[in-house]
Every structure is written in C-alpha cells, then in structure tokens.
Nanobody
Framework: QVRLVESGGGSVQLGGSLKLSCSVRGRIGGVRVMAWYRQSPEKQRELVADLPKDGSINYAESVKGRFTLSRDNAQTTMWLEMNSLKPEDTAVYFC?????????WGQGIQVTVSS
C-alpha cells in the first residue's frame, strides 16, 4: 500500500523559511508527475509546483523565485523549500503523485506565516 507522508511544516514569521518533505512509502510505478498543492480555508486547493516526467519544474506565479521543488533520483522523496514566506502562504500543503494508473495524496501539513 502506498502512502505519502509530509513533514517539515510549522509556524514562522514573515520572511522566514521552511522546508517541506514528502516521503513516498511503498512503490509507485510509472510516475508521471510529482507535485505540491496547498489549500487555505478561503481558497480551493491550488497547485504550488509540479515536476512532470520530463523534468521541467513549474511554479505558481505567486511562489516563483521564493519556492524550490526538488526530488531524489529514486522518486522516493520530494522537497519544497520555501523562502521569504508571506502570510498569504498560510495553508495546508499536500504532496501529490500522479502515476499512469492512480493519484496519491498525502494527509497534508500545516504551514502558518504570521506578520
């Protein structure tokens, strides 16, 4: 059974940094996309950054230049380094992996940025 487990969330002040990790427990064959999403009470779940199979990383405009997505070669761990955090980055962050046959989601982890 596959599980995605996020860690590294927490509370920081404006301008602070956090690094989220997503650990893939179990084997996922045929990974198409690895991604981070986030959801706040006021908004629908939105894409933060994704890494398709071709290796081209895409970022939401709101996080470009501040967030960096990376993963290991084995596709078992993915990170989201978040710098210059703003209160509007406050949300629950979700790890997501899409394979050719299934979609997998983590349980989500809270990130809170105070001004």
């Amino acid at each position: 059974q596959v599980r995605l487990v996020e860690s590294g969330g927490g509370s920081v002040q404006l301008g602070g940094s956090l690094k989220l990790s997503c650990s893939v427990r179990g084997r996922i064959g045929g990974v198409r996309v690895m991604a981070w999403y986030r959801q706040s009470p006021e908004k629908q779940r939105e894409l933060v950054a994704d890494l398709p199979k071709d290796g081209s990383i895409n970022y939401a405009e709101s996080v470009k230049g501040r967030f960096t997505l990376s993963r290991d070669n084995a596709q078992t761990t993915m990170w989201l380094e978040m710098n210059s955090l703003k209160p509007e980055d406050t949300a629950v962050y979700f790890c997501h992996v899409q394979s050719f046959v299934n979609n997998y989601w983590g349980q989500g982890i809270q990130v809170t940025v105070s001004s």
